[in-house]
């Protein structure tokens, strides 16, 4: 059964852009912010090639990986179409100002 | 609240299309109903030739399945015709009885062909050419009958011939010119075209007058009459003397038409609930029966039933291809030529080559091409571009090749490529993928077949390549957007230029700003289009728009190059190459304490630190800094190196002190922004050992000063720099390389390299800011300055309290 954790104040997130999240096992989570100030958990590997998603640009509801450039979708982790492929996305809730991540 | 509803008339190339582009930039906003006449989906017209030469079948030219229709939520009636269109009650009526109200009305009618209003034009066996059932039919009567008759020396027309011809029929065909095609070709091409025709087997009576029709025994039509007596056999006729736009149901319904549907640029109607696209509509005054105009129609079209209201349609170049294997024929523009125009004109009657280029004031204006077409899409390129021509004109007619393939042209021999020929190196795409892919999925540009292949995607030099291959795939319909109004990425339809430009102009020093002020349709752009505004704001206003990192890709942002494990390169700067043992002696420590797994030397004359993670990057800075080193850059969209040699320092040839005129040049530039990386070098003498005649500017010494090259570059493709001027002193170079950069810092469009920006705009327009305009040069020159006056070290600043968050991991405890 997984628990909200604590991660961080949503303003250590900057807009439009991410932060690193390394727990000690099951590889690193990106938590990303976008313009509305929602906010969203993707395992930190492109589907494609492993490529850090945490180190793309944000944009609308979607992140570029930095290395081939896929478009990766922040609500459902899945590709944008033609590419197909997913990664595994967390649940993440924000509460007076403070971001909680489900793991 | 229920949507809008939208009916569409004519389940046509262009209704559909229009169709297309408006679910791509506002699905869900109506409820959308079609009706089509013929009983099938959406499918490619144009190939119907391919079909009647039985190249192809009727299910390869399906460009919508049925499939789509209701993945997309649209009701598709086919089979049914529209008899009447209520303006009042906004409903339309079909021949069945089905009625259906619309919000917003679409008419894309098409064009019916034209039948000669001669007697026995409606006998049995006497046909247009214009869809599924005519080809059928054409079909069938080549299996049962011998002799054809085709009515008209045209595209369609010959189309038509050839197809009946391989189908094993006796084929005539009669055209009322003095040749044929004679509104895509002059008369030598029409007559070299007639011969290769000839020997296919093909019979021609031009210059004659049909009369009439006769009638056999059987009913059906048996010969054709002409107004000077002769009468030849005919089984079978087809009209294919022109087509007439299909607006009777307009006009009925009260709808301003004349010869077509009248439409304004936004391609609406008179009435401002009605819109109209294709062949059916007459747009100042013309009707375009040519499938590449239609598709431009229908982007402006969608754009406004959208409710976005930007994008005109204002006209078309046309060019045409004529689809007949084995021949190879290529028009465009103005090919007549005429009062005030040159012509170039290569004639060689036996090899069957036959090129004529229209030239005036210097820009391509129009072309014909028989027998080597290689080139064709080149041409149209360079025409709608507006190219000027004058410094390739010697050349200009023997093609792309002989002038040499510049920059991201790619070559033009796509149609004779093997289909296991690799196209995009980067990710390993053929042309058959391609091929395939275009074919399967209906591709009909450039972005689609990147996204849908990845060609053309990462590196971008074979772009031309796949533009060729798409345009040798799918014929006619590729229009190929001219340079300087390619929109920029799907979130908008300004193209580069037009969004530098008004940003300058409207003053726009945010993001957000240009994105409301020029309607983009995402919210905060893609990782195209992000980086290339955020460059446009820092470069138009250095000092007032503020740098935003979320919009620059991720090394401009880590300051490091990030490499395919997710580690980065660390790469310190030595100013004009030169380092010494403290330097050194820090980077062998920092390589030692940060367990550094590989230590190459670049091409750039310094020390690449490779395979360091995120979260150590700054603090192997901060051991850099101390030792008096700062960021290399060797990331970014700006100033990498400047390369040089050793000089009149030490070199027994050395002429110029090229190691110091590197450093001044160096630290002058550094922290220097562009629109794509910009690399220097500076050469002691001509041996030119620094290599400067591959850099964006290229510095060479010489007994009396040094030699100023522009517009070099040693990656993707290799391009020699360009001689700009020859200068005396140490302070000159500085001005004038200085004011280069800054006019291609202000007018480059982003990720263009300097040979590109050259390659458009033109040696002598350069040289005319440059070189002639002393008070432009040292402007350019003041204001490169003064957007460097606050140059700070990244590695320094990405220190700073806010800034350093994004190195630092969040570690979660288990």
Redesign the interface.
């Known amino acids: 059964m997984s628990t909200f ?1 604590f ?2 104040a949503l303003d ?1 997130i ?4 991410s ?7 099951g590889g ?1 989570i990106a ?1 990303f912010r ?3 100030d929602e906010v969203f958990a993707l395992h930190d590997k492109c589907p494609h ?4 998603l945490s ?6 509801r ?1 992140v ?1 990986c ?4 896929w ?1 990766i979708g922040l609500e459902d982790g899945k590709a944008v179409a ?1 590419d197909v492929g997913s990664c595994r996305n967390f649940e993440v809730k924000v509460e007076d100002g403070q971001v909680f ?1 489900a ?1 | 609240m229920s949507k809008p509803r939208l009916v569409l008339i004519g389940n046509g190339m262009a209704g559909v299309r229009t169709i297309e582009e408006l679910l791509k930039i506002k699905p869900d906003h109506y409820d959308i109903t079609i009706f089509g006449a013929e009983p099938h989906p959406n499918y490619n017209r144009i190939l119907l030739s391919p079909v009647l030469a039985g190249e192809m079948t009727i299910q390869e030219i399906v460009l919508n399945e049925l499939d789509w229709y209701k993945e997309n939520g649209i009701t598709l009636h086919t089979g049914k015709q529209i008899t009447k269109i209520d303006r009042v009650k906004r409903k339309v009526i079909a021949d069945d009885g089905t009625e259906e109200s619309y919000d917003r009305l679409l008419v894309a009618t098409g064009s019916t062909p034209f039948m000669l209003p001669i007697p026995g034009n409606d006998l049995p066996g006497v046909i247009g050419y214009r869809d599924i059932k005519d080809t059928d039919e054409m079909i069938e009567t080549a299996r049962l009958h011998k002799h054809a008759v085709v009515i008209g020396g045209g595209l369609l027309g010959l189309e038509a011939a050839n197809g009946l011809k391989l189908r094993g029929m006796d084929v005539t065909v009669v055209h009322i010119g003095p040749w044929l095609l004679e509104r895509q070709l002059d008369e030598v091409a029409g007559k070299m075209l007639q011969k290769s025709l000839e020997d296919k087997g093909l019979k021609f009576l031009l210059q004659k007058q049909t009369e009439m029709l006769v009638q056999g025994e059987s009913g059906r039509v048996a010969a054709v009459r002409f107004k000077d007596g002769m009468q030849i056999p005919a089984d079978l006729v087809v009209m294919a003397a022109g087509i007439r736009p299909n607006y009777a149901l307009a006009e009925k319904s009260g709808i301003y038409c004349n010869r077509g549907i009248v439409v304004n640029d936004t391609m609406q109607t008179y009435d401002p609930k009605v819109y109209a696209v294709g062949e059916c509509v007459s747009h100042r005054g013309i009707a375009y029966g040519l499938v590449a105009p239609l598709f431009e129609q229908a982007k402006v079209a969608a754009n406004h039933l959208a409710g976005y209201g930007i994008g005109r349609y204002t006209g078309s170049v046309t060019s045409t291809k004529l689809k007949v294997t084995g021949i190879d024929l290529f028009s465009a523009g103005e090919y007549m030529g005429g009062e005030g125009t040159e012509e170039i004109v290569l004639n060689d009657p036996y090899g069957g080559v036959y090129k004529k280029l229209v030239i005036k004031d210097n820009k391509l204006i129009g072309g014909v091409m028989y027998g080597d077409t290689a080139d064709g899409p080149w041409y149209f390129q360079l025409l709608k571009d507006k190219r000027d021509i004058h410094d390739i004109r010697d050349s200009l007619i023997f093609g792309q090749n002989l002038v040499g393939d510049v920059g991201h042209a790619g070559n033009s021999k796509a149609a004779e490529m093997a289909d296991s020929a690799e196209v995009c190196g980067c990710n390993g795409v053929s042309k058959g993928t391609i091929v395939q892919a275009i074919k399967a999925k209906g591709l009909f540009t450039l972005d689609e077949v990147k ?2 292949t990845k060609a053309a ?2 590196c971008g030099s074979c772009a031309g390549l796949v533009e060729q291959i798409l345009a040798s795939t799918i014929g006619g319909a590729y229009t190929p957007a001219a340079l300087d109004t390619k929109p920029m990425c799907a979130c908008t339809d300004h193209s580069h230029k037009a969004v530098r430009e008004a940003i300058v102009a409207r003053h726009l020093i945010s993001k957000e700003a240009v994105f409301a002020g020029l309607e983009w349709k ?6 195209k289009c ?2 290339a505004v955020n460059y446009y704001l820092i470069s138009s206003f250095p000092h007032e728009a503020k740098d935003d ?3 620059r ?2 090394n401009e ?2 300051h490091a190059n ?1 490499q ?1 494990d ?1 580690t980065y390169s660390v790469v310190p700067r030595m100013w004009g190459g030169l380092t010494n043992p403290k330097e050194l002696r820090a980077i062998a420590d920092a390589a030692e304490k940060y367990n550094v797994p590989t230590v190459k030397v670049t091409g750039g004359q310094r020390i690449d630190l490779l395979g360091i993670k ?1 979260e150590d990057l700054p603090g192997i800075w901060a051991d850099l800094n101390a030792a008096g080193m700062v960021s290399g850059h060797a990331y970014g969209k700006s100033i990498r190196t400047v390369k040089t040699c050793v000089g009149a320092e030490h070199c027994r040839f050395g002429t110029q002190l090229a190691m110091s005129m590197g450093i001044k040049l160096e630290k002058m530039l550094f922290d220097m922004y562009s629109p794509h990386k910009v690399k220097l070098a500076v050469s002691g003498c001509p041996r030119n050992c620094a290599e400067a005649g591959i850099k964006d500017v290229g510095v060479i010494g010489v007994d009396s000063g040094y030699e100023l090259y522009i517009g070099g570059n040693g990656g993707i493709k290799t391009e020699v720099a360009q001689f700009l001027c020859k200068v005396k002193t140490d302070e000159e170079v500085m001005e004038y390389s200085g004011a280069f950069l800054q006019l291609y810092r202000e007018e480059g469009w982003y990720l263009e390299r300097t040979c590109h920006y050259m390659e458009r705009v033109g040696l002598d327009y350069i040289k005319g800011k440059i070189l002639e305009d002393e008070e432009g040069r040292q402007a350019y020159y003041g204001r490169l300055l003064d957007s460097l006056k606050n140059a700070r070290d990244p590695w320094e600043s990405s220190r700073d309290e806010q800034a350093i ?2 190195f630092i ?6």
Do not use: M, W, Y
């Open positions: 954790k991660i961080c250590d900057p807009q439009l852009g932060r690193v999240v390394q727990r000690a096992t690193d938590i976008n313009a509305e090639k492993s490529g850090p180190q793309g640009i944000v944009h609308g979607k570029t930095p290395l081939h450039g478009n033609p991540l793991v | 996204k849908h995607s990462s995402t919210p905060n752009g893609c990782d992000r980086p990192p979320q919009s890709f991720i942002r880590a990030i395919k997710g995120k968050k994004q991991p969040i570690k979660l405890e288990a």
